[in-house]
């Protein structure tokens, strides 16, 4: 009986060496929160489509084709809004069509799109390409498909010095 647990716990020992340790382990880089969406006249923030939000009093920073359209916050009630009233850019407009980046991506600006770009992805097809003073760091991408009900669009972001895509809605 004593051999037979000596066997059992030698067993145990040489197994539990074998196994990688859990700190060993590193996580891929994850994507941050990016959409797009529209924001009306007065602000509101309406048709939006993306990743999961992040938590209340995230800041997120919304992009049209022209430049920043300003700072929005997460509320507690998970909307996004801005902390006071909405910039000019967006009072003068009806609706306005925004590509909306956590605040974790820093000092990104509009840029043209330049060779730096996903693979597969055409300069052509990016509708807003946000970069620093590198390289891009966010595209968004319009696809074109046979019929207006297979257009789709996609997110890509530089994660972790490689291309991802982060958010699709393509079929």
């Not at 020992?13 to 529209?38: E, Y």
């Amino acid at each position: 009986m004593q051999s037979l647990l000596a066997a059992a716990l030698l067993a145990s020992v040489v197994l539990g060496a074998n196994k990688p340790s859990k700190t060993a382990k590193k996580r891929a880089p994850s994507c941050p929160f990016v959409a797009v969406a529209d924001i009306d006249s007065h602000g509101a923030v309406e048709n939006l489509a993306g990743s999961g939000l992040p938590r209340a009093g995230t800041s997120v920073d919304g992009f049209d084709v022209d430049g920043p359209v300003g700072k929005l916050r997460v509320t507690g009630s998970g909307e996004l809004r801005y902390s006071g009233s909405a910039p000019k850019k967006i009072r003068d407009a009806a609706f306005t069509h925004v590509l909306l980046v956590e605040g974790s991506v820093k000092r990104v600006h509009v840029a043209e799109p330049d060779k730096d770009l996903p693979e597969g992805i055409f300069s052509s097809a990016v509708t807003i390409y946000l970069a620093d003073s590198k390289a891009g760091r966010v595209a968004l991408v319009s696809i074109p498909g046979q019929s207006a009900d297979e257009t789709c669009s996609e997110i890509d972001v530089k994660v972790g010095g490689a291309w991802k895509r982060c958010w699709t809605d393509c079929k």
